[in-house]
Nanobody
């Protein structure tokens, strides 16, 4: 069992930056690949970024590539999402999730544990 708690969301203007954090507790954090997803109102939950267990591989949605950076600190049991050049269409609650390695990290169904989410709102 892994418990995940996101933080760092807020209200910003277009072009600003935010850094989201996701703190994990429970079983060994470094055993899991980690991902970030978001779900705008009326839309399905969508993949944003993922990172392998040791951080050697990262994956991004095309919509955020070049603007967002995922990273992790296994000593602190924390995964981060640095979001730069934010756009109004980035507005959504953002969720972190943990996956047993080896699956397709782009898919919601590959993740076994989820946080409660942190709201990101970008005004134009």
């Amino acid at each position: 069992q892994v418990q995940l708690v996101e933080s760092g969301g807020g209200l910003v203007q277009a072009g600003d930056s935010l850094r989201l954090s996701c703190a994990a507790s429970g079983r060994s954090f470094s055993s899991y690949a980690m991902g970030w997803f978001r779900q705008a109102p009326g839309k399905e939950r969508e993949f944003v970024a993922a990172i392998s267990r040791r951080g050697g591989s990262t994956y991004y949605a095309d919509s955020v590539k070049g603007r967002f950076t995922i990273s992790r600190d296994n000593a602190k049991n924390t995964v981060y999402l640095q979001m730069n050049s934010l756009k109004p269409e980035d507005t959504a609650p953002y969720y972190c999730a943990a996956s047993i390695p080896g699956g397709n990290y782009y898919l919601v169904g590959e993740y076994h544990y989820w946080g409660q989410g942190t709201q990101v709102t970008v005004s134009s």
